[in-house]
């Protein structure tokens, strides 16, 4: 009997030790799992947030780089569009500048040649005026001079010619 009890008491305390035993185990692996299974997760979350931390970081760096590229390229534009525009509006202020003065050189010579064609032919007016009032006046003196001479000469013949007629009466008339 005593020995009955002792095997018995044996198998329960196997029993007892293997059920516990068991459900240690049990305890200790699903700790295990559920330690396993949180570090795992976390590990997935951690490179999950890291992953979506990059892709956010690289969208959002595309992003800054194409902004910061496309003002970039906007500011350029700008720039060059100012540049071409100022030499542009340089170009064409300098050829209108070019064409004003031209067209003042040309306005200005042709007033130039024009009062000096004027002032030319006044000048050539004057002297030939003058020289024709000249020669009118000398013409003038000298038919002058001659008319006085003439009726100087034809006075002088009268008075000679009354002189010696009354000298030849006077001459005939003491003779008879």
Known sequence: MRSLMRSLMRSLMRSLMLSLMRSLMRSLMRSLMRSLMRSLMRS???????????????????????????????SLMLSLIRSLMRSLMLSLIQSLMRSLMR????????????????????????????????????????????????????????????????????SLVLSL
Do not use: C, F, N, V
């Not at 999950?48 to 496309?70: A, D, E, F, G, V």
């Not at 003058?130 to 006075?155: G, I, N, T, V």
């Open 44 to 74: 997935l979350m951690r490179s999950l947030i890291r992953s979506l931390l990059r892709s956010l970081l690289r969208s959002l760096m595309r992003s800054l780089m194409r902004s910061l590229m496309l003002s970039l390229i906007r």
């Open 103 to 170: 067209s003042l050189m040309r306005s200005l010579m042709r007033s130039l040649m024009r009062s000096l064609m004027l002032s030319l032919i006044r000048s050539l007016k004057l002297s030939l005026i003058r020289s024709l009032m000249r020669s009118l006046m000398r013409s003038l003196m000298r038919s002058l001079m001659l008319s006085l001479m003439r009726s100087l000469m034809r006075s002088l013949m009268r008075s000679l010619m009354r002189s010696l007629m009354r000298s030849l009466m006077r």
